[in-house]
């Protein structure tokens, strides 16, 4: 399959992985290592644009589509930049800002797009629960009509810039016998009274991105917070899906672009037994592995990417696809990368070991390997 990328499309590609190269990935290394979210990449992520992409330029935006701004997320992971700025960058633009300009009003958007477009304003999206992660609509967090008000009650887990964030989308549901019917999306800001969030997990990968619990006790937030309609917010995670399976899966792409290279470099350098180990043919399906599923990654992604920007509706076996090979071959790519760094592969001195540390988020996070098998085969017939 050949995607026809524009010419202009290509060289937003190159200079988004050149200031990568240059100005951010050099401070990867640290973030990882100190386990924190990195203000300074985030001011360099802002500066470039890459945090408000998709929005109008009136909005403070670029007006991008959707293969844009899947070129900019492989582009930064080809360039090294780590899963975890990358996730943080996608939860704030694609998970919270893009539910806040597609479903808000305009008011709502003139007040958030703009702030958060810039970066000068940190975004996060809390839909999972402690007790409700894959079956995301037995949520617990209640939402109560009271007078002009709204209040909010329950809890929130896993949910990347929680800690940093100055906003964030927060579902709740204003009647559970109704399930997906009840669920509803409400916009709290840092500061709201009954708004707080936990310590930042350890995690195993994705460090540079801050992820933790939300807490909602009597969190009263006025009328115009409301998101959308009542009811609906279940149906807004499903537009959700849709960049979390192309826009947020892209820097995996290009991460394994950015691995082959690591890979091939050192497989050219590294002697034993007289030889380059690229000699050797276990060494060399290795490489053809990781290219394998590098471009079979690729075109599972961009065929989600295509079809979001031709207005085609949510084809669900296709994201479906799309997140279960990233996220499984990923893994199988990473693991062997290492393999073929052997022992310097497992020490922190190379990035191989943490690529393989990241790449095990994308079989779980926004729904995991399990249940997209379980989509494809409710939607496979015989
Ligand atoms: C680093 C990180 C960042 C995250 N960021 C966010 C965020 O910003 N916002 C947010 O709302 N959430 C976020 N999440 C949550 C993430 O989306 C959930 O972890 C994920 O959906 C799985 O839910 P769970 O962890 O509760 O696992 P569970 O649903 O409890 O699953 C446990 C196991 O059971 C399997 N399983 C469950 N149901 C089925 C089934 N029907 N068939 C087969 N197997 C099944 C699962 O595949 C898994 O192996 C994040 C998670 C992580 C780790």
């Given at each position: 399959?050949?995607?026809?990328?524009?010419?202009?499309?290509?060289?937003?590609?190159?200079?988004?992985?050149?200031?990568a190269?240059?100005?951010?990935y050099?401070l990867?290394?640290?973030?990882?290592?100190?386990?924190?979210?990195?203000?300074?990449?985030?001011?360099?992520?802002?500066?470039?644009g890459?945090?408000g992409l998709?929005?109008?330029?009136?909005?403070?935006?670029s007006g991008?589509?959707?293969?844009?701004?899947?070129?900019?997320?492989?582009?930064?992971?080809?360039?090294?930049v780590?899963?975890?700025?990358l996730?943080?960058?996608?939860?704030?633009?694609?998970?919270?800002?893009?539910?806040?300009?597609?479903?808000?009003?305009e008011?709502?958007?003139?007040?958030?797009?703009?702030?958060?477009?810039?970066?000068?304003?940190?975004g996060?999206?809390?839909l999972t629960?402690?007790g409700?992660g894959?079956?995301?609509?037995?949520?617990?967090?209640?939402?109560?009509?009271k007078g002009?008000?709204?209040?909010?009650?329950?809890?929130?887990?896993?949910?990347?810039?929680?800690?940093?964030?100055?906003?964030c989308?927060?579902?709740?549901?204003?009647?559970r016998?109704?399930k997906?019917?009840?669920?509803?999306?409400?916009?709290?800001?840092r500061?709201?009274?009954?708004f707080?969030?936990g310590?930042p997990f350890?995690?195993?990968g994705?460090?540079?991105?801050?992820t933790?619990?939300?807490?909602?006790?009597?969190?009263?937030?006025?009328?115009?917070?409301?998101?959308?309609?009542?009811g609906m917010?279940?149906?807004?995670?499903?537009?959700?899906l849709?960049?979390?399976?192309?826009?947020?899966?892209?820097?995996?792409?290009?991460?394994?672009?950015?691995m082959?290279?690591?890979?091939?470099?050192?497989?050219?350098?590294?002697?034993q037994?007289?030889?380059?180990?690229k000699?050797?043919?276990?060494?060399?399906?290795?490489?053809?592995?990781?290219?394998?599923?590098l471009?079979?990654s690729r075109?599972a992604?961009?065929?989600?990417?295509?079809?979001k920007?031709?207005?085609?509706?949510?084809?669900?076996?296709?994201?479906?696809?799309?997140?279960?090979?990233?996220?499984?071959?990923?893994?199988?790519?990473?693991?062997?990368?290492?393999?073929?760094?052997?022992?310097?592969?497992?020490?922190?001195?190379y990035?191989?070991?943490k690529?393989?540390?990241d790449?095990?988020?994308?079989?779980?996070?926004?729904?995991?390997?399990?249940?997209?098998?379980?989509?494809?085969?409710?939607?496979?017939?015989?």
């Amino acid at each position: 399959m050949e995607f026809g990328f524009t010419e202009e499309q290509l060289m937003f590609r190159e200079t988004v992985y050149k200031y990568a190269k240059n100005e951010i990935y050099p401070l990867c290394e640290e973030a990882d290592l100190k386990s924190e979210f990195s203000r300074e990449v985030w001011k360099k992520l802002g500066s470039m644009g890459l945090l408000g992409l998709p929005f109008p330029e009136e909005l403070g935006g670029s007006g991008a589509d959707v293969v844009t701004c899947c070129l900019a997320g492989e582009a930064m992971g080809h360039a090294g930049v780590d899963s975890g700025h990358l996730l943080a960058l996608g939860a704030h633009t694609y998970l919270c800002a893009d539910t806040l300009h597609k479903w808000g009003n305009e008011a709502q958007r003139k007040k958030y797009i703009p702030r958060l477009a810039s970066g000068e304003w940190i975004g996060a999206m809390g839909l999972t629960e402690p007790g409700a992660g894959s079956d995301a609509a037995s949520m617990q967090t209640t939402a109560t009509k009271k007078g002009d008000r709204w209040v909010l009650n329950g809890s929130k887990t896993f949910i990347t810039n929680a800690p940093v964030c100055d906003v964030c989308v927060v579902y709740a549901t204003i009647d559970r016998a109704k399930k997906h019917q009840g669920i509803t999306a409400f916009i709290v800001e840092r500061g709201t009274k009954g708004f707080s969030t936990g310590k930042p997990f350890h995690k195993m990968g994705v460090r540079a991105s801050a992820t933790s619990e939300v807490f909602l006790e009597d969190c009263e937030i006025p009328e115009e917070n409301l998101l959308g309609e009542v009811g609906m917010g279940f149906m807004y995670t499903h537009e959700t899906l849709s960049w979390d399976r192309s826009a947020l899966l892209a820097p995996f792409v290009g991460g394994l672009q950015f691995m082959i290279e690591q890979c091939g470099q050192y497989a050219t350098d590294r002697v034993q037994f007289d030889k380059p180990i690229k000699s050797f043919q276990a060494i060399q399906h290795k490489l053809a592995d990781i290219k394998v599923i590098l471009e079979g990654s690729r075109m599972a992604v961009y065929r989600v990417a295509f079809d979001k920007d031709s207005g085609k509706p949510l084809n669900h076996m296709h994201t479906s696809i799309a997140k279960a090979f990233v996220g499984d071959w990923g893994i199988k790519a990473a693991s062997e990368g290492v393999q073929i760094f052997g022992g310097y592969g497992y020490i922190h001195d190379y990035p191989i070991e943490k690529y393989l540390r990241d790449a095990k988020l994308a079989q779980i996070g926004g729904g995991t390997s399990e249940v997209q098998r379980f989509i494809i085969s409710r939607l496979m017939s015989f």
